[in-house]
């Protein structure tokens, strides 16, 4: 399962609206298969796996799945569940159930019902982690939100010219670029975009093609400058929330780009995350500065933080990545977990989720 993982890893970012799942197949101890969703989410895992074997190399084997296989019928019109009860397979490790109301357990059902000896709940908090984006957008229906942030190492974004051209180095960079491609939406403010004329694209040689779908947020329509975002951009590629009734805005507004207008200024945020989630937007990654940084951690909408902890310091008047929040008790305090650490020479990635 832990090999499935790797596989479910490897497609995360490019699999558009369907779950990234990775599977294995093992005969006689030996991995003999491998395979995950393919780039846009089409042909499934387990239907990539089973095109790969041989008729003999299927019977009496293991298939190792991160998530439920699918109850509803593809491109060729039958079902993940269906083509495995078909296939030989005498047994199915399953990670995760599939909340996705076409499947459900009806997947494990074909299955049952195809006398394969099945194990569902296999190393399900691990399979948990892989198919949080997934699992949060079907849950949830918002995105599972990340925030990126490269600080000094006395915590600060920016210094006080708001200047933050590079506080962290070249490998905390490309790694940076790495989240890029595995998200699905990449979300910025109108302040970030002026400040930094940010791409918001994966710049990893061979990745450009999984930058994700752009997403700015720009209330006031104010954003009227020849920034980088707008050039050759596709309607599909970049979406801007504003909740502006000026017409003459909306009329000069840079075209090729979608408009959502939203009214409910004190909803604004859920309802972007409600609207990317409808979008099928799993992963979404939020590149901005203090004031939007803290406006989402104080509305409990983020998940984790990405910190690309540099070697420099800054000072006191640089740009805090959060700002005051008045605490009274330290037992007030917003806690975080530690997920995961890395050495970037003398950076430090450090991936926290709150509690
Ligand atoms: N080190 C890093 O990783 C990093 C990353 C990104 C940015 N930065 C730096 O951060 C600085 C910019 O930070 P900043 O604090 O000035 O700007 P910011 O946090 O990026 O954006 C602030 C803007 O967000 C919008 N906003 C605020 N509350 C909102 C709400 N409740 N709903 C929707 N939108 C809301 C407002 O824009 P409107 O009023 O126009 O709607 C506000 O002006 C720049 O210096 C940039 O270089 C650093």
Known sequence: MEQAFLEAYRAMGTTGKNPNVGCILVKNNFIIGR???SPGGRPHAEENLISLMTETELKDSSLFITLEPCAHKGINGTSCAELISKSGIKEVFISNYDPDLRTSGQGLEILRKSKINIYPDFLTNKGIDFNIGYLTNCLSNRP???IKLAISLDGKIALNNKNSKWISNKLSRNFGHMIRAQSDGILTTTSTIIEDDSKLTCRLNGLEKYSPLKIIVDRGLKLNGD???FKN????????YHCSNDKNKIKNYH???ELVYFNNKKKFLELILNDLANR????LLIESGTIFCSEMIKSNLVDQIVFFRSNKIIGNDGLPFINNLSLRKISDSKNMKVIDLKFFD???YELRRFN
């Open 280 to 283: 099928k937007i799993k992963n």
């Open 233 to 240: 951009t596709k309607k599909e590629n970049l979406i801007i």
């Open 346 to 348: 003398d950076d430090i």
């Open 255 to 257: 075209k090729n780009i």
């Open 227 to 229: 920034y980088s975002i």
């Open 144 to 146: 599972f939100v990340t």
């Open 35 to 37: 395979a995950r969703t």
